[in-house]
């Protein structure tokens, strides 16, 4: 009889072990940039929007796991539900059944999506999309989809096909024959679909890369010159989905709006259990399963597992009844208009711009000769060093997380868990206040940590 597999055992054993491990086994840069910029901590245990170091140090989460974390972690109510699946030892995956929870999810989900009918489970956000890609080919019969400047859709070959983010593609080509258009660009939308050949155009109503939202009244223009040229429009909601923008979807903040096909993931699955999710409409999900023998066409392998159904149940419960949608509006304006009231009293400090918990704050070049002239140094070396040396002191002295937005953007995004109130807006404006104060002293460690970016920037090249 093999050993007993002891999970603290094995934790107790080598927890300690981790950036090493990776570092040999795994993709070999993080850890090496982790500990560049000072972000090579250890964690050792987690709730809510709060994490604890191996000294019982208190983080504040201002990420949420890109997103995943909607509703902070370990929430009691999703624990509970995963120990109710595993417990009931349920006949799962058998493939060939049609058990109950996926239908219950996709009930509650499209309760949610009134102009949609059907929906389709995977595992991740990038496979929500690549879905919705195939559907939307399959339903039109046509090849090409539209897609956004700097927009970010995945990773995957299709929907790296539609990332708008150069430094994401490069060394992958040849990718799917897919076009890009400037966000908010409706004459070069009307262009590409004058050619005949577009089976989609897919966006994200606030882009997560820069924090861009789509310019009022664009999307549903776009769905009318789509709908007009025989086309879908996807809207991407892996990100802005459930309740992130301040509504249920992104896209309700403007009227009329009805996306053909929607793509959700990330905060779905509680933190704990990947899951997917592409809605569509009914006669979308009929081209695709034509027939009998096309009845397996598209699948996923662990698609609709009990654990990422029930995880989705508990998500969407918990959301009704803690008011999770209202929460990330109201704790957003605050944080927001808290933000936006600096922008006068910081020169290097140019827009906080975003909805409900999802924002973005912009710097930009100073006015002031002293502080235009450490600008540049750092612009030489590298656009979006300022954005980190704001980003490493939040963590290393304020022990709150947060990220910079994009690849050589000078621009922090917060996407902090949906349950935050009061005290981690006070606790986040404080410890930004007090960055932003020895930013605009010209002095101080944080323009040394700047002198060493410069460095390692120089030396990258």
């Not at 930004?432 to 390692?456: I, N, P, R, Y």
Request: hydrophobic share 40%; charged share 25%; glycine share 10%.
């Amino acid at each position: 009889m093999s050993k007993k597999f002891d999970l603290a055992a094995l934790l107790a054993e080598r927890g300690t072990e981790g950036y090493e491990l990776h570092a040999r086994h795994l993709n070999p840069q993080l850890p090496r940039m982790l500990q560049t910029i000072g972000f090579d901590n250890t964690y050792e245990r987690a709730e809510g929007a709060y994490f604890w170091d191996t000294e019982d140090n208190d983080y504040l989460d201002m990420l949420a796991g890109f997103g995943v974390m909607g509703l902070g972690r370990h929430h009691p109510v999703v624990r509970k539900a995963l120990h109710d699946v595993l417990d009931a030892e349920l006949a799962d995956l058998t493939r060939f059944d049609c058990p109950p929870l996926p239908g219950l999810l996709a009930e509650r989900l499209l309760a949610r999506s009134p102009h949609l009918d059907r929906a389709f489970f995977s595992n991740s956000g990038t496979e929500a999309v690549e879905t919705a890609l195939k559907f939307a080919r399959c339903a039109t019969g046509r090849p090409r989809v539209l897609y956004c400047s700097h927009a970010f859709h995945g990773l995957t070959t299709g929907s790296l096909s539609v990332n708008g983010e150069s430094c994401f593609r490069d060394g992958f080509d040849p990718l799917l024959p897919d076009t890009a258009i400037e966000l908010g660009d409706l004459d070069a939308l009307e262009r590409e679909l004058k050619r005949g050949d577009v089976a989609a155009f897919i966006v994200e109503p606030i882009q997560g890369k820069g924090v861009h939202e789509t310019p009022p009244g664009f999307l549903r223009a776009a769905q009318d010159l789509l709908h007009r040229h025989k086309a879908l429009l996807i809207a991407d909601e892996v990100q802005t989905g459930l309740g992130r923008t301040g509504a249920f979807y992104g896209y309700q903040h403007e009227d009329g709006v009805e996306p053909d096909l929607v793509c959700v993931a990330k905060a779905l699955s509680g933190g704990y259990v990947p899951v997917g999710a592409t809605l569509g409409k009914d006669w979308i999900f009929r081209r695709v399963y034509s027939s009998l023998d096309r009845t397996l066409i598209h699948s996923a392998s662990f698609g609709s597992n009990a654990q990422a159904m029930a995880a989705g149940l508990a998500v969407l419960s918990v959301m009704d009844d803690e008011e999770i949608v209202a929460n990330a509006r109201r704790t957003g304006e605050q944080l927001k208009s808290r933000l936006a009231a600096l922008v006068d009293r910081y020169e290097m400090l140019h827009e906080v711009r975003g909805r409900g918990l999802m924002i973005g704050i912009e710097f930009g070049r100073p006015s002031s000769l002293g502080l235009r002239g450490r600008w540049t140094m750092l612009q030489a070396a590298r656009k979006g060093l300022f954005a980190q040396m704001v980003v490493v002191p939040l963590l290393q002295r304020h022990r709150i997380l947060t990220q910079v937005s994009g690849d050589r953007l000078e621009v922090i995004k917060l996407i902090p868990p949906l349950i935050i109130g009061e005290r981690e807006v006070d606790r986040f404006v404080a410890a930004f206040t007090t960055v932003m104060d020895e930013a605009h002293s010209g002095g101080g460690l944080m323009w040394d940590f700047g002198k060493t970016l410069v460095k390692q920037a120089v030396a990258n090249r």
